[in-house]
């Protein structure tokens, strides 16, 4: 067994990350080296083999995305990291992990684009994507990370909701986040609430791999175990089986929907600031949350009731979690380090609540508390 680290560490967004997935059980690592996820890859090389685990640098993005679905069918928690150029290759496996309902956990650690774009600046440009980037309608689940200690326990999360609710969940992080140094308490491990897949409590010849409990969601056995289980990204039958009839594929796509909407309770996670009594708020996600918990200090030191709700689940949108903010308040400030993404969804749930303002920014440069500070007091 590993040494048990100290509580107390000086940590990398990056590296939190990394102790993060394998607190939470992950045992199985591929990847390929892209700036700024890279300290990910590096953590986990050295980490990975002292838990007993398996770390692969694939020859791309695309093989890493397939080893990981492949390790998650044999039983293995597993776990792939990559930024923007990456995060595009591997689409195609994202969203047949989706249709498989393979429980997966990848981490982009965005930066600027779209293409090469800025490989060592921050940004945000990555959020649509990460909902909508494979085809298709498909359940996914995006979180949003801000702080070291965020990295740390959301990477848990995401592994407990992925093996729940049997689907990918992806990580956002970001160039400020990745690289930021700070101190964290990691607990013990038997202090970390663990989640694991349904097993199958029927004999083999009674197993249907995708025939969902009460609510949607089929139990998985793993390859090796005995129990047949055939694996397919067309649309299939509880026995996993291509289907094209009309009943079964509707059935097929609405358990997929169902099973994520009946965990919305367990899936939405947000983080209020000073909320209670705030006249206007901000609205904001990953670092730039962190310049906006400065920027409503900043602005109540001016008098204006300010206050901030800061996103960590980013998809399914948290809706009921972001009207009561639009109700209350006369306007509400949405900053993003891209051209206004969340802003939309923002948009879409406000009914003429208040006003909603975007603050943008695409050069590569941080959005500062004080640009926000401002923007507050000019609401």
Same mark, same amino acid.
């Given at each position: 067994?590993?040494?048990?680290?100290?509580?107390?560490?000086?940590?990398?967004?990056?590296?939190?990350?990394? !102790?993060?997935?394998?607190?939470?059980?992950?045992?199985?690592f591929a990847g390929y080296p892209i700036t700024p996820a890279s300290e990910i890859s590096e953590q986990l090389a050295t980490l990975m083999p002292r838990f007993g685990g398996t770390f692969i640098q694939m020859e791309d993005e695309i093989a890493s995305m397939g080893a990981i679905i492949g390790a998650s069918l044999a @039983?293995?928690?597993?776990?792939?990291?990559?930024?923007?150029?990456?995060?595009?290759?591997?689409?195609?496996?994202?969203?047949?992990?989706? &249709?498989?309902?393979?429980?997966?956990?990848?981490?982009? =650690?965005?930066?600027?684009?779209?293409?090469?774009?800025?490989?060592?600046?921050?940004?945000?440009?990555? =959020?649509?994507?990460?909902?909508?980037?494979? !085809?298709?309608?498909?359940?996914?689940?995006?979180?949003?990370?801000?702080? /070291?200690?965020?990295?740390?326990?959301?990477?848990?999360?995401?592994?407990?909701?992925?093996? +729940?609710?049997?689907?990918?969940?992806?990580?956002?992080?970001?160039?400020? /986040?990745? !690289?930021?140094?700070?101190?964290?308490?990691?607990?013990?491990?038997?202090?970390?609430?663990?989640?694991?897949?349904?097993?199958?409590?029927?004999?083999?010849?009674?197993?249907?791999?995708?025939? @969902?409990?009460?609510?949607?969601?089929?139990?998985?056995?793993?390859?090796?175990?005995?129990?047949?289980?055939?694996?397919?990204?067309?649309? %299939?039958?509880? %026995?996993?089986?291509?289907?094209?009839?009309?009943?079964?594929?509707?059935?097929? !796509?609405?358990?997929?929907?169902?099973?994520?909407?009946?965990?919305?309770?367990?899936?939405?996670?947000?983080?209020?600031? #000073?909320?209670?009594?705030?006249?206007?708020?901000?609205?904001?996600?990953?670092?730039? &949350?962190?310049?906006?918990?400065?920027?409503?200090?900043?602005?109540?030191?001016?008098?204006?009731?300010?206050?901030?709700?800061?996103?960590?689940?980013?998809?399914?949108?948290? #809706?009921?979690? /972001?009207?009561?903010?639009?109700?209350?308040?006369? &306007?509400?400030?949405?900053?993003?380090?891209?051209?206004?993404?969340?802003?939309?969804?923002?948009?879409?749930?406000? +009914?003429?609540?208040?006003?909603?303002?975007?603050?943008?920014? /695409?050069?590569?440069?941080?959005?500062?508390?004080?640009?926000?500070?401002?923007?507050?007091?000019?609401?």
């Amino acid at each position: 067994m590993p040494e048990t680290p100290s509580k107390r560490q000086l940590l990398q967004g990056n590296e939190a990350i990394a !102790h993060g997935a394998l607190a939470a059980g992950c045992r199985f690592f591929a990847g390929y080296p892209i700036t700024p996820a890279s300290e990910i890859s590096e953590q986990l090389a050295t980490l990975m083999p002292r838990f007993g685990g398996t770390f692969i640098q694939m020859e791309d993005e695309i093989a890493s995305m397939g080893a990981i679905i492949g390790a998650s069918l044999a @039983g293995v928690k597993a776990m792939t990291a990559t930024s923007g150029p990456g995060f595009s290759l591997i689409q195609e496996n994202l969203g047949y992990a989706c &249709a498989a309902e393979v429980p997966c956990v990848v981490v982009n =650690v965005m930066r600027g684009g779209p293409s090469t774009g800025l490989p060592t600046s921050p940004a945000q440009g990555d =959020v649509q994507m990460a909902r909508w980037g494979t !085809h298709g309608d498909h359940p996914i689940i995006v979180l949003a990370v801000s702080t /070291v200690s965020d990295c740390f326990t959301t990477t848990i999360k995401a592994f407990n909701l992925s093996e +729940q609710f049997r689907v990918p969940v992806i990580i956002l992080s970001d160039e400020i /986040v990745a !690289h930021t140094r700070e101190c964290v308490e990691l607990p013990a491990p038997e202090e970390v609430y663990i989640i694991n897949r349904i097993r199958p409590n029927v004999p083999p010849e009674w197993y249907k791999p995708y025939e @969902g409990d009460s609510r949607g969601i089929p139990a998985m056995a793993s390859f090796g175990d005995g129990y047949r289980h055939h694996i397919t990204g067309l649309v %299939h039958d509880d %026995h996993g089986f291509p289907t094209e009839n009309p009943g079964e594929i509707l059935n097929f !796509h609405q358990r997929l929907t169902q099973k994520i909407t009946r965990g919305f309770p367990e899936i939405m996670m947000t983080r209020s600031y #000073r909320l209670e009594d705030a006249e206007v708020a901000i609205i904001a996600y990953g670092s730039v &949350a962190r310049s906006a918990m400065r920027a409503v200090e900043e602005a109540r030191q001016q008098g204006i009731r300010a206050g901030l709700l800061q996103l960590i689940t980013l998809f399914p949108f948290p #809706r009921s979690h /972001v009207t009561p903010v639009l109700k209350h308040c006369r &306007a509400v400030l949405v900053p993003e380090m891209n051209m206004g993404q969340i802003s939309r969804e923002v948009q879409r749930v406000n +009914q003429s609540f208040c006003a909603v303002v975007k603050h943008n920014r /695409v050069d590569g440069q941080v959005i500062t508390p004080d640009e926000l500070s401002t923007r507050l007091i000019k609401l």
